[in-house]
C-alpha cells in the first residue's frame, strides 16, 4: 500500500468551521438559539423555499413532514425501494402503508410510470428520492402524481437542479440531512424546507415536544417530539452551508476524475448525469458489467487498501421489511441494479494520486 489511507467518505472541515463551533460554545446559548435560525435562512436560500426548520436528523425530517402531512394508517404511500431505509422508516412511524415501486436503470430514480401503475384509490403520497444526487425526474412525477401529495427526500442531494430549479422547491415540502457523510454536514442534523407556511409552523412545533410557536413553554398543542437541532450543530451548518458551492466543486472535480479513467474500462459503467439535472454528488457508484463478480471486487480492492460498498442495498429485501410485508413482489430493475453498484471511496479531499489508485487497482480486480 502507498500513499496515506483512503476513506470511504470525509467530512470537510477547516479552520472557519472550528471557530464558529468554538464562538457557539462560549456563547452560553447551546439549544434553540441564533445559530438554528441563521442555518434555516440560509438553507431556505439554497432550496429556494420560503421556509425551513432546522431538526436532528434528515430522518427526523422526513418524520415530520409526513407527520405534519397527517398522512397514517390505511393511507399508501408509493416509495422506491432503492434507497436509504430513513425514506421508507418515515411511512412505518406513521402506521401508512408503504408500496414500493422500481426506478429507471440509469438514474435509478424512481420511474415516474410507477406511479401510475401502482396508484389506487387509497394512494395519498409519493417518497421521491433523488438518489446519489441526481434529481428526480419531476416533470414526469408532477405529471403522474397529480392530486397527490410529494414529498421529496432529498437528503442526498442539496444543491442540486432540475431544469435549473433547486432541489428542496419541489413537492409539498422536502428534507436535506448533514451526516458526516453528507455534502455538509452538522454532526448529526436534517432540515426540513417547504414553501407551505402552515407545514412548517407545525413541523417546528413538531420538533419542538408540541409546543406552539408564541406559547407558553409548557403549553403544548399536540404530541411532539424532540427533534430540535442544538446550537453546535447550527453554528456548524452556517460555516458549511456558507461554503456548499465550494465543497460541490470540490466534490464535482473528484467525480469528473473517476469518470474520464473510468469511461474507458468496458466493464464498468460510470454514473449518468441526464443533460437538465445539476448533480450534487453525495457517492460515486458505478456499475458493473452483469459477468463481474461483485464480491470478489470489493475483497480484492479491500486487501489493496481500497474500501468500497455494494450500495444501495435494496429496502424491499431487508428482513424487518420482508418480516412486515411478506407478500411484497419482486422489483426487476432495482433488484437487477442491486446486485452490480459499487460505491468507490468518495469524498472532495481525494486527490488525483488517490482516485488513481482507485481506479488502478479496481482495473487489477477485473482483470483478475
Ligand atoms: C442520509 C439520508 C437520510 C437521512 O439520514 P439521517 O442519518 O437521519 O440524517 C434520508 N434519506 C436518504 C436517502 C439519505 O441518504
Not at 436532528?56 to 422526513?62: H, K
Amino acid at each position: 500500500m502507498n500513499g496515506p489511507a483512503i476513506s470511504m467518505s470525509a467530512p470537510d472541515i477547516d479552520d472557519d468551521d472550528v471557530r464558529a463551533v468554538e464562538a457557539a460554545l462560549r456563547s452560553g446559548v447551546l439549544g434553540l438559539g441564533p445559530q438554528a435560525e441563521a442555518f434555516e435562512q440560509a438553507a431556505a436560500w439554497v432550496a429556494g423555499t420560503a421556509h425551513a426548520v432546522a431538526v436532528s436528523s434528515g430522518t427526523a425530517a422526513l418524520h415530520a413532514i409526513v407527520r405534519a402531512l397527517g398522512i397514517g394508517p390505511g393511507d399508501e404511500v408509493l416509495v422506491p425501494s432503492f434507497t436509504f431505509a430513513a425514506s421508507l422508516n418515515a411511512i412505518l412511524y406513521e402506521g401508512a402503508t408503504p408500496v414500493f415501486v422500481d426506478i429507471e436503470p440509469d438514474t435509478y430514480n424512481l420511474d415516474p410510470a410507477q406511479i401510475e401503475r401502482h396508484r389506487t384509490g387509497a394512494t395519498r403520497a409519493v417518497m421521491v428520492v433523488d438518489v446519489f444526487g441526481h434529481s428526480a425526474e419531476w416533470d414526469a412525477v408532477e405529471q403522474a402524481a397529480e392530486g397527490l401529495l410529494l414529498i421529496d427526500d432529498c437528503c442526498e442531494a442539496i444543491g442540486a437542479r432540475y431544469r435549473g430549479r433547486s432541489l428542496g422547491s419541489f413537492g409539498r415540502a422536502g428534507a436535506f440531512a448533514f451526516y458526516p457523510n453528507k455534502q455538509i454536514t452538522t454532526g448529526e442534523g436534517g432540515m426540513i424546507v417547504t414553501d407551505d407556511p402552515e407545514l412548517a409552523r407545525i413541523c417546528r412545533s413538531l420538533r419542538n415536544q408540541g409546543r406552539g410557536e408564541m406559547g407558553a413553554w409548557l403549553q403544548h398543542e399536540r404530541l411532539g417530539f424532540n427533534y430540535r437541532m442544538d446550537e453546535l450543530s447550527a453554528a456548524l451548518g452556517v460555516s458549511q452551508i456558507a461554503r456548499l458551492d465550494a465543497l460541490l466543486a470540490k466534490r464535482a472535480r473528484v467525480a469528473e476524475m473517476y469518470s474520464e479513467r473510468l469511461e474507458g474500462l468496458d466493464r464498468v459503467h460510470v454514473p449518468v448525469v441526464r443533460d437538465h439535472v445539476t448533480m450534487s454528488w453525495f457517492v460515486y457508484v458505478v456499475r458493473l458489467a452483469a459477468n463481474v463478480d461483485r464480491d470478489a471486487v470489493i475483497e480484492t480492492l479491500a486487501a489493496d487498501g481500497v474500501p468500497s460498498r455494494a450500495y444501495f442495498s435494496p429496502l424491499h429485501l431487508q428482513p424487518y421489511v420482508r418480516e412486515l410485508f411478506p407478500g411484497t413482489g419482486t422489483l426487476a430493475v432495482t433488484e437487477q441494479v442491486a446486485t452490480r453498484t459499487l460505491a468507490l471511496p468518495f469524498h472532495g479531499g481525494l486527490s488525483e494520486a488517490q482516485v488513481d489508485r482507485v481506479v488502478g487497482s479496481l482495473q487489477a480486480a477485473l482483470d483478475g
